[in-house]
């Protein structure tokens, strides 16, 4: 089993910033990806960015140039920094994490951001 906790989410004014993080623990290899999604009220869950074999980056165009994913795909950790936040960015953010070898896919229980003024 392999269990994600996220933590760095919370309340910032449109503008700000805010640096997600997420750590994996349990029977974990090396993973092939670490990914970010979230999901608004009323919407589905979408792909903000992921790592993939700890070098390969792709974000959602909406966050293009404002966030930025890193992480050790060894380790097991990796990161959202979010800059530039704007409303449209409220929502529940999860980690994902999929490992090398197993495939074994691994969710974490999710993190609240929102952005007001």
């Known amino acids: 089993q392999v269990q994600l906790v996220e933590s760095g989410g919370g309340l910032v004014q449109p503008g700000g910033s805010l640096r997600l993080s997420c750590a994996a623990s349990g029977n974990i290899f090396t993973f092939y990806t670490m990914g970010w999604y979230r999901q608004a009220p009323g919407k589905q869950r979408e792909l903000v960015a992921r790592i993939t074999s700890g070098v390969v980056t792709n974000y959602a165009e909406s966050v293009k140039g404002r966030f930025t994913i890193s992480g050790d795909n060894v380790k097991g950790t990796w990161f959202l920094q979010m800059n530039s936040l704007k409303p449209e960015d409220t929502a529940v953010y999860y980690c994902?994490?999929?490992?090398?070898?197993?495939?074994?896919?691994?969710w974490g229980q999710g993190t609240q951001v929102t952005v007001s003024s």
């Open positions: 994902n994490g999929r490992l090398a070898v197993t495939f074994t896919e691994s």
